[in-house]
Every structure is written in C-alpha cells, then in structure tokens.
Nanobody
Framework: QVQLVESGGGLAQAGNSLRLSCAHS????????MDWYRQAPGNQRELVAS???????SYDNSVKGRFTISRDNAKKMMYLQMNSLNIEDTGVYYC?????????WGQGTQVTVSS
C-alpha cells in the first residue's frame, strides 16, 4: 500500500515562493509517474506538473518557467518549487503517484496566494 503525505503549503504573497513536498511510503520500484495536481475553488482538479520514471518533466502552460518538479528516490520524496506565485495559483495541491498502473493520491495541502 502506498501512502502519500504532502506538506509545505500555506499563505504566500504574490511574487513570492513556496516549496511543496510529497513523502511516499513503500518501494519506488514500479513507479512510472509522479504528478502534482491542484484544485481551485469551484474548479476541477488539474495537472500542474509531471515527472516520469526517467526524469522527464512536463508542465501546464500556466506554470511553465515558474514551477519546477523534482524527485529524490533515495528519500522517497517529490517536490514542487513554486516561484513568482500569483493569485491564480491558489488551490489545494495534491501529489499523485502511479505504481504498476495504479494511481495513489495524497490528502492535499492548501496554497493561498494573496495580492
């Protein structure tokens, strides 16, 4: 069973930075993909950033150039460095891991960006 725990959310002013972390239990064997999603109030959950088993990254256009996804297999951690935050980045951020084709989700961490 894979468990994911996000941390690092909070309140930030526009233009500032936050770093989210996602700790996952279990073996890293079989992980094909690790993602960060966010859900703004009244909106559907959307994919923000993704990193493959080989380290290939991809980003939603709204965060490209501002956010960086990374992973540390030895520590079983995934990160999302968020720079130049804006109000539209507000939402609950979730990490997701795909293990042998099955998706596991964390409980989410709130990010609120104020002007």
């Amino acid at each position: 069973q894979v468990q994911l725990v996000e941390s690092g959310g909070g309140l930030a002013q526009a233009g500032n930075s936050l770093r989210l972390s996602c700790a996952h239990s279990g073996s890293i064997f079989g992980i094909s993909e690790m993602d960060w999603y966010r859900q703004a109030p009244g909106n559907q959950r959307e994919l923000v950033a993704s990193i493959s088993a080989g380290g290939t990254t991809s980003y939603d256009n709204s965060v490209k150039g501002r956010f960086t996804i990374s992973r540390d297999n030895a520590k079983k951690m995934m990160y999302l460095q968020m720079n130049s935050l804006n109000i539209e980045d507000t939402g609950v951020y979730y990490c997701k891991v795909v293990v042998f084709g099955r998706a596991y989700w964390g409980q989410g961490t709130q990010v609120t960006v104020s002007s």
